[in-house]
């Protein structure tokens, strides 16, 4: 089985039993996420924001405005933090200390890269848009050298990297199962909603299929 | 309207249309939410945590394991970031580059402070755990001392608050319209599922209503 190695920075120290450090199960995990809360500080305060990701291989790209002060500050190389956490269920335990949530969230640590190659720049953005609808790169023209020069993309390895990860229902104190509240989990799902056209699509032209889309082709059920 | 005051580090200059200040659109999106992703730094590396988070008037409540190296550093004061995502569409656009995501999320800046006062830190407790289910905290036993001891709480004041939010279809480039593409937005929608008792709940002991969770009980459908 392929590994990351903890370092003293990402081994899991609270409930350690929680922990994944294996690639495959890290992948699945970021395979199935399509946003990243993505930390960085600039003059020591930190900033936490949401951005769509795709991995590649052992990469993750991201992308956005060039005109982007977060962007540009992570082009420069500072230090940073991506996490992606999927909610799978609310675990309602019998006393409100063992009530906890079932999730698996990666934490990636490292440094961004800029992409400046033009190949990779290309490739990167294609999949970023294949991640949350497969094959729609395909379907669109590609992108001009004005967008191109708007759109800056960066790559995070997958070199530091650790997973969490809580299944299955409540821990209760032995003591507390004879009191008559209920104990359980309650799964949360994410679903698609019915596609809502703009108004200016061409006749016969009809929505990519919900399997299509990052949400619908989830494949593995959660275990709740 | 009463609205937070942008200062240099809130201000959006990033498609500043999209930018909320008011108090009562950011407490909307802060109380659909559940799960905050908190980040901090530790010897220049930002780390970004993903925990559970409820509000109470013009305070954000956090808590976790008194064990918890994160809690421990976060209850020292240092500077923090929590930000809260909501993920409401996909945008699909005619072209790659005007895809995008129909999003609501908060940034609260600002230095966590360690609640240490038996009766707020109770109420906190208790504001947490009716966030995710109404009236749970009442169905349950007391906290006893050493469940208190084992738990840290966290406040994080919203003073220095901004929001950003993205609705609507797709805009095109006008020759883009001609183009055989699918155009619009794909809800994306999160539920809960069928509750899934834990095989030692005594009879007639039902779940919570759906309408109870936090998720179930969301009330704005928001606009994709």
């Known amino acids: 089985m392929s590994t990351y190695t ?31 809360h993505l930390g960085f500080a600039v003059d020591g305060q930190p900033y936490v924001i949401p951005t769509l990701y795709a991995r590649s291989g052992e990469v993750l790209y991201m992308h956005g405005s060039g005109a982007s ?41 490292g440094r961004a890269r800029l992409v400046s190659k033009p190949a990779e720049r290309l490739e990167a953005l294609r999949t970023i848009t294949n991640h949350v609808v497969s094959q729609r790169w395909e379907e669109l023209r590609p992108p001009n050298e004005l967008e191109l020069k708007q759109t800056l993309v960066l790559a995070l390895a997958l070199e530091e990297v650790s997973a969490k990860v809580r299944v299955g229902p409540p821990v209760d104190d032995e003591e507390d199962y004879a009191s008559p509240v209920w104990g359980g989990v309650v799964p949360i799902h994410t679903r698609l909603g019915a596609p809502i056209a703009d108004g200016r699509v ?23």
């Open 6 to 36: 903890p370092t003293p920075r990402t081994k899991v120290r609270r409930l350690p039993k929680r922990a994944v450090y294996d690639k495959a199960g890290v992948h699945a995990i970021l395979d199935e996420g399509f946003i990243c």
């Open 69 to 109: 002060r977060t962007l540009k500050t992570l082009a420069e190389g500072v230090q940073v933090c991506a996490t992606v956490t999927l909610m799978d269920g609310f675990v309602l335990a019998r006393s409100a200390f063992h009530h906890s949530l079932n999730y698996r969230s990666v934490v990636v640590l």
């Open 202 to 224: 061409l006749p016969d032209v009809e929505p990519p299929a919900p399997s299509r889309l990052i949400v619908g082709r989830k494949r593995t059920a959660a275990t709740p």
